[in-house]
């Protein structure tokens, strides 16, 4: 992970915290590929509790799929048990597990009190579109030799976004329901699933203008 592309202090301290769990993890010598399936479970769960309207438990899962979902990389390099095949399977759930939180993010917002309903299911998919765009690219453009790091919206920053939006709207939606202040229920969700549905697109087209800069600099096409 590029330090120049982490941006801000919660960022840093996020992912050191990363590191730190994942030497812990290293010592009790199971494979990483146990910590790349429990991040998927965690986010099925999530995706569950997100779905069923229990929002506060929904992003607890979240933080916690993706913490796993960081460690089993750092936890390979650790342990230096990283396979080409680890490499693959992590990619593959990682997107299994966006598939899970942005559906449950989907059916919750069809179980929404507010209006537009239809719109921000529309831009819950717009988002998932963009969250599994972003590690397309990078992905496609890694395999043509190409570092692809560029732009904010990574998948921690996604997860980190989306669990302490869903966190705060669990605690604050029966207060706002109570008040009958139904203009702000599901607010601050709402908010980040049109940040991330317009950001994670900007990023991989970001990437996608890097890669072809890098190219053109190489002499290809």
């Known amino acids: 992970m590029s330090e120049n592309n982490r941006q801000g202090k919660f960022i840093d301290g996020y992912i050191g915290a990363v590191n730190r769990v994942a030497a812990l993890l290293a010592r009790t010598g199971l494979s990483p590929s146990v910590f790349t399936i429990a991040g998927l479970l ?8 997100l779905w069923t309207g229990h929002l506060f438990t929904g992003g607890v899962l979240l933080f916690l799929g993706g913490l796993f979902d960081s460690v089993d990389g750092a936890v390979a390099r650790i342990s230096g ?17 966006e598939f ?6 989907y059916g919750y917002l069809g179980h929404s009190y507010a209006c537009f309903v239809d719109f921000f299911q529309v831009m819950a998919i717009v988002a998932l579109i963009g969250s599994v765009m972003v590690s397309y690219v990078r992905a496609r453009s890694e395999g043509l030799g190409i570092s692809c790091s560029v732009g904010f919206w990574q998948r921690p920053e996604r997860v980190i976004a989306l669990g302490t939006a869903s966190i ?29 549905a317009v950001g994670a697109n900007i990023t ?15 002499g290809s096409r």
């Open 42 to 49: 965690l986010a099925c769960a999530a995706g569950f509790f």
């Open 81 to 97: 048990k990283a396979t080409k095949f680890g490499a693959l399977l992590d990619s593959t759930l990682d997107r299994y597990s």
């Open 100 to 105: 899970a939180v942005f559906l449950g993010f």
């Open 168 to 196: 705060i709207t669990g605690a604050l939606n029966p207060v706002l329901i109570s008040l009958s202040y139904n203009y702000l229920h599901d607010f601050f969700i709402k908010l980040i699933i049109i940040i991330l």
């Open 204 to 218: 991989a087209v970001k990437r996608l203008f890097h890669g072809r800069a890098v190219l053109r600099e190489r």
